[in-house]
């Protein structure tokens, strides 16, 4: 898949469950429920050790898109495409990262969410940016203030989200996709509770589709 692919893939999805993983053995149960939940796309944190792991189980399945999440260095980045990462998302703006991901063919989704990060991600030659911490940052009104002076520009908000605030952001044209935890909470993981996942995530689903309706 090239870039443009992977993200018009996350575009379809709509919606991009952010994972952490404590036990990479807990990976093919929780593509199992995702698949389940109708929502084949992953993004996996590199904030436990499992990760690299975890990702390699669940793009091995071969029906998952899978990214790697809060990827803060070049060496990261390696580990995440080594194990089947196929976009990268940070918290920020690293230079030194998305050149990595273009060594690698991969997309680069860094989180921008002011004016002078969003041109800095533009002036890199990106069109997609992560806008973290969402909620915290001014949530869909920042974004839609934001599409006027860079209206060529496709965010994917994270963090802060959840389904009471869901429609406000998807209904902006700029909003390619929308990243959330609460369909794949850790607790519920950590507890083997993958029913209690497949059932959230098709729930979340249900509703970023009733939004497009």
Not at 93 to 118: D, F, I, K, M, Y
Not at 196 to 213: C, F, I, N, S, Y
């Amino acid at each position: 898949m090239t870039t443009s692919d992977v993200a018009a893939a996350l575009g379809r999805a709509r919606l991009v469950p952010v994972v952490v993983l404590d036990d990479a053995a807990d990976a093919g149960p929780l593509a199992d429920a995702l698949v389940a939940g109708g929502l084949p796309v992953a993004e996996v944190t590199f904030r436990t050790a499992a990760a690299a792991d975890a990702i390699r189980v669940m793009a091995d399945r071969g029906d998952l898109l899978l990214g790697a999440g809060t990827v803060l260095t070049p060496a990261q980045v390696d580990q995440a495409v080594a194990a089947g990462a196929r976009y990268v998302v940070s918290p920020g703006l690293s230079r030194a990262v998305v050149e990595r991901c273009a060594e690698h063919g991969v997309l680069a989704l860094p989180g921008a969410v002011t004016a002078t990060e969003v041109q800095a991600a533009l002036e890199l030659g990106l069109g997609t940016v992560k806008f973290f911490p969402a909620g915290t940052s001014g949530g869909a009104p920042a974004i839609a203030a934001l599409t006027a002076p860079f209206a060529d520009v496709r965010f994917i908000p994270t963090g802060g989200i959840g389904p009471a605030d869901l429609a406000d952001y998807l209904r902006i044209d700029a909003v390619v996709a929308v990243g959330g935890s609460w369909m794949v909470p850790r607790d519920r993981i950590r507890a083997g509770d993958f029913a209690a996942v497949r059932r959230l995530t098709a729930e979340a689903v249900a509703l970023a589709r009733a939004d497009q309706g």
